[in-house]
């Protein structure tokens, strides 16, 4: 067994053909299913079932998949980490970020991460806090940034926090509060809203501040995507309740202060066995140290400083 034959199984795999998994990685088909079928003879057990219209895997395979991807990102971080030795910094950076993310501009530290090291491959994804909380601590993600209710805490991770941003109302610009002076969440109990789905971390801040209150309200219209649910209160089929510090990129809605809204707080989160050289290097542009090159591997560096000033400041660029 080794290495090429790993990342053979993690491409059929991924893309469900041997014609598309030889192109991925650069070799003719026939090479492809030879060393697989010589790793399957070696298992004593077949990974995939081939059919004429698709390619899964068996059960032995799905059992396979997971410690094939471990064994493929230890290698990729035991020459990275040979790299930096050395001065260098390559391998992958794997970055989740919440749509509505306003502590750092993502873009621009991407960018000047990119100039910085071009040699490691980046990869981008757009979700939900909850779920990169897990990806995080499995390792599929190196770095990502969340947006919580004040109360909460990722848990298992290496953790900071960037910034601190109240929830403002926002309406479509001829929608009867738009201009006017601030509100309670009493008054916007008689809107319709546009949230994101129930028990999301962008959607339990509001709704524990309207139970809070006693109070309750209408969510017509469900989107987990907030730019998107931006053009949804633009066209005015509702309201909503929003950062803002991500509400100010927006165009097309109005903003409205609410006396008593929530508050959220946005986080930057890495892996507990520690940062990859590409995740170091990443977290240092932004201005977030290193636990474990300050002698405190292990510990929550969480708490507004450095990080935060840092990320501004790459916002500003």
Do not use: K
């Amino acid at each position: 067994m080794d290495l090429q034959q790993m990342r053979y199984v993690v491409a059929v795999a991924e893309t469900s053909s041997f014609t598309r998994a030889a192109e991925r990685c650069h070799v003719v088909q026939s090479a492809l299913s030879h060393q697989i079928a010589r790793l399957e003879r070696e298992l004593g057990a077949r990974l995939f079932e081939r059919t004429s219209r698709r390619v899964r895997l068996t059960p032995a395979g799905s059992a396979f998949l997971p410690a094939a991807r471990q064994c493929l990102d230890a290698a990729d971080r035991a020459a990275a980490e040979v790299a930096a030795a050395v001065g260098e910094v390559r391998g992958r950076l794997a970055v989740g970020v919440i749509p509505s993310v306003a502590a750092v501009d993502i873009p621009s530290a991407l960018r000047a991460f990119h100039e910085r090291y071009p040699e490691v491959r980046i990869s981008l994804r757009v979700g939900a806090s909850e779920e990169f909380v897990e990806e995080v601590r499995e390792g599929a993600l190196d770095v990502a940034f969340l947006g919580l209710p004040t109360g909460a805490h990722p848990a298992g991770v290496g953790v900071r926090e960037l910034a601190r941003d109240r929830l403002v109302a926002v309406v479509a610009p001829d929608h009867p509060l738009a201009g006017a002076g601030p509100v309670d969440l009493r008054r916007l109990t008689d809107e319709v809203f546009v949230d994101l789905p129930a028990r999301t971390a962008g959607r339990v801040q509001s709704d524990q501040a309207f139970g809070a209150a006693g109070l309750s309200r209408e969510v017509a219209f469900e989107v987990t995507n907030a730019d998107f649910l931006a053009r949804l209160v633009g066209q005015g089929l509702g309201i909503a309740m929003l950062p803002a510090g991500y509400v100010a990129q927006l165009s097309g809605v109005t903003t409205v202060d609410v006396t008593d809204a929530p508050s959220r707080v946005e986080h930057v989160i890495w892996s507990p066995d520690g940062r990859t050289p590409a995740a170091s290097a990443f977290l240092s542009l932004l201005g977030v140290p290193d636990p474990e090159h300050e002698g405190r591997a292990g510990r929550d560096v969480s708490g507004p400083g450095r990080g935060e000033g840092h990320a501004h400041a790459v916002r500003r660029q």
